[in-house]
Each structure stands twice: as structure tokens, then as C-alpha cells.
T-cell receptor, first 111, second 115 residues
Framework: GQQLNQSPQSMFIQEGEDVSMNCTSSSIFNTWLWYKQEPGEGPVLLIALYKAGELTSNGRLTAQFGITRKDSFLNISASIPSDVGIYFCAGQESGTYKYIFGTGTRLKVLA | DSGVTQTPKHLITATGQRVTLRCSPRSGDLSVYWYQQSLDQGLQFLIHYYNGEERAKGNILERFSAQQFPDLHSELNLSSLELGDSALYFC??????????????FGPGTRLLVL
């Protein structure tokens, strides 16, 4: 099925480091959502973005809706061990009401 | 806790069998979405219901079907199960679907293992 290009696929970082991941698409999106999924659990919404250029923070997390409406990034500052999980982006394609999910970024934090 | 509930949490069955997964959306949400997540895979959209009516279909096999009942809970029926159907099945809900920006909230998932 159709998926967004999300990178990197996985990251191993030291506790305290900053993390950056992004999603890109060939089509325009109305909405970008960022989710975190822990093993055996459902994705949990972290940040929702509704407008091109929008920059939104949620604690140590910051996400931006790209100006071209074809990309979004998520930054995590000062990572901690509980940040471990898989981070998914999801975009709602312009002209549809369907969400397309990224392939996920698997984050591991080393204490 | 997202407010979306799914049962059962785990399901083990044999090839060729039929199972039903159940989802209750958040209170007030009219839309229900079903997704499949295979091992180390992203989320694949299966189907979307709004207020009892099917609104969109994704990569849903003909062996799979779903429905949304008047009380807004939804069931996903998987039949003639194959080994490759083993996956996590998630339900998500949102208030509606008519806005250009509807946030979806996910349930905890049902882990299906077909032996």
C-alpha cells in the first residue's frame, strides 16, 4: 500500500542527544500527525499540524509542517530512555480524507 | 488511555478459520478506521466507517469485511485465515470525517497469530 517516505529507518543515540526525523511525500497534504508506538501498544498521538509552516511543540518534542506541504519533521531534544519506540508520521492527502502512514523511525536510546 | 477499546487483546487461531475483532470508539466519535500492522511494517489502512456507512477502502482483502453498528462499535471479520494474516490489527476513531483535519486516536490493538 501507499506509504510516506520516513527517515531515518532507525536510530541509536546516547541519552541527552537531540533527535531529528522527517517524512516526505510526492503529493500535498492537509494535515500531518506524529505518533509514537511502544512494543505491543497502539500508536499514541504526539503532535498534530494543520497549516503549512506551522511549528508546534509538546514538551521536548517539536514538529513542523513543511512550507511545500509535502514534508514534515519531528525533533526530540535531550532524549531520555523512555523516548524509545517507533515514531510514525501520518499525512492526510489533499482532496481525500484518508491518512497515509510513514514507514516508521525506530529509536533506541542508550543510557 | 486513548478511549478506544479493542477486544480481544490476543487471538491465536488456525489457518482456514474465521475470527471477529471488535472495536469501541471514543465517546462521541462517529468514525472508525481499521489498520493492519505486520511485523516491522508500517500501518496499512484497511477500511473506514462513518456513522454506520462505509466511507473508504484501503488495502483490504476480499476475505476481510467490516461493519459499524448503530451503537457505533465496529467489527472486523477475517475469514479463510492464512499464515500471512498474522499481524496487529488496530482500530482508530475520530469525531467525523468531513473536516480536512481529523485527528485519529488509536486503540491498543488485537494481536492475531495464525498457526
Amino acid at each position: 500500500g501507499q506509504q510516506l517516505n520516513q527517515s531515518p529507518q532507525s536510530m541509536f543515540i546516547q541519552e541527552g542527544e537531540d533527535v531529528s526525523m522527517n517524512c516526505t511525500s510526492s503529493s500535498i497534504f492537509n494535515t500531518w500527525l506524529w505518533y509514537k508506538q511502544e512494543p505491543g501498544e497502539g500508536p499514541v498521538l504526539l503532535i498534530a499540524l494543520y497549516k503549512a509552516g506551522e511549528l508546534t511543540s509538546n514538551g521536548r518534542l517539536t514538529a513542523q509542517f513543511g512550507i511545500t506541504r509535502k514534508d514534515s519533521f519531528l525533533n526530540i531534544s535531550a532524549s531520555i530512555p523512555s523516548d524509545v519506540g517507533i515514531y510514525f508520521c501520518a499525512g492526510q492527502e489533499s482532496g481525500t480524507y484518508k491518512y497515509i502512514f510513514g514507514t516508521g523511525t525506530r529509536l533506541k536510546v542508550l543510557a | 488511555d486513548s478511549g478506544v477499546t479493542q477486544t480481544p487483546k490476543h487471538l491465536i487461531t488456525a489457518t482456514g478459520q474465521r475470527v471477529t475483532l471488535r472495536c469501541s470508539p471514543r465517546s462521541g466519535d462517529l468514525s472508525v478506521y481499521w489498520y493492519q500492522q505486520s511485523l516491522d511494517q508500517g500501518l496499512q489502512f484497511l477500511i473506514h466507517y462513518y456513522n454506520g456507512e462505509e466511507r473508504a477502502k484501503g488495502n483490504i482483502l476480499e476475505r476481510f469485511s467490516a461493519q459499524q453498528f448503530p451503537d457505533l462499535h465496529s467489527e472486523l471479520n477475517l475469514s479463510s485465515l492464512e499464515l500471512g494474516d498474522s499481524a496487529l490489527y488496530f482500530c482508530a476513531s475520530s469525531v467525523a470525517w468531513t473536516r480536512a483535519y481529523e485527528t485519529q486516536y488509536f486503540g491498543p490493538g488485537t494481536r492475531l497469530l495464525v498457526l
